[in-house]
Nanobody, 129 residues
Framework: AVQLVESGGDSVQAGGSLKLSCSASGFPFDGSTMGWYRQPEGNDDCEFVSTIHADGTTFYADSVKGRFTISRDNAKGTVYLQMDNLKSEDTALYLC??????????????????????WGQGTQVTVSS
């Protein structure tokens, strides 16, 4: 069975750093596009954060570009998200996804509603100012 398990979330002060990890199993990790998404508190919509393709190509949301770095270790089946210079607006539940694709059906507070693919349960990041 496909499993994605996130870890590394914590409460930090603004300006601090965290490194999230997502351990994956049950599917061909090497050939998969891995991504990080986040669900802010309340009814704010799911946000794309970053993806890394099988060939190492990376993409970032404008809001995190220059502060976050995605990477992968195929030998360990793990994808990482290094988050530096954290801001209060980064507070959210961070979700790892494998081969997520946008359905093209608007927005939702829940990432699973608007994206296909396999998802973890998430890890909470709280940034206080």
């Amino acid at each position: 069975a496909v499993q994605l398990v996130e870890s590394g979330g914590d409460s930090v002060q603004a300006g601090g750093s965290l490194k999230l990890s997502c351990s994956a199993s049950g599917f061909p990790f090497d050939g998969s596009t891995m991504g990080w998404y986040r669900q802010p508190e309340g009814n704010d919509d799911c946000e794309f954060v970053s993806t890394i393709h099988a060939d190492g190509t990376t993409f970032y949301a404008d809001s995190v570009k220059g502060r976050f770095t995605i990477s992968r270790d195929n030998a360990k089946g793990t994808v990482y998200l290094q988050m530096d210079n954290l801001k209060s607006e980064d507070t959210a539940l961070y979700l790892c996804a494998a081969n997520a694709r946008y359905y093209g059906m608007g927005s939702s507070p829940s990432c699973r509603v608007i994206y296909s693919g396999n998802w973890g349960q998430g890890t909470q990041v709280t940034v206080s100012s």
